[in-house]
């Protein structure tokens, strides 16, 4: 899938592989991550950096 445009008269294309030779992005599943409760971040910060 890209998308593609015009930014400033210049004609870019977005896409995945575009986007992986600027950054590497994570394409874990969801499940693998750990989101810390709102409590957590608040009273254990020192273990949520």
Same mark, same amino acid.
């Given at each position: 899938m890209k998308l593609i445009g015009t930014v400033n008269g210049v004609n870019v294309e977005m896409s995945y592989d575009s986007l992986r030779r600027i950054e590497k992005f994570d #394409?874990? +599943?969801?499940?693998?991550?750990?989101? +810390? #409760? $709102?409590?957590? $971040?608040?009273f254990k910060h020192q273990d949520h950096p």
């Amino acid at each position: 899938m890209k998308l593609i445009g015009t930014v400033n008269g210049v004609n870019v294309e977005m896409s995945y592989d575009s986007l992986r030779r600027i950054e590497k992005f994570d #394409r874990k +599943p969801t499940h693998q991550y750990i989101f +810390p #409760r $709102l409590e957590d $971040l608040q009273f254990k910060h020192q273990d949520h950096p």
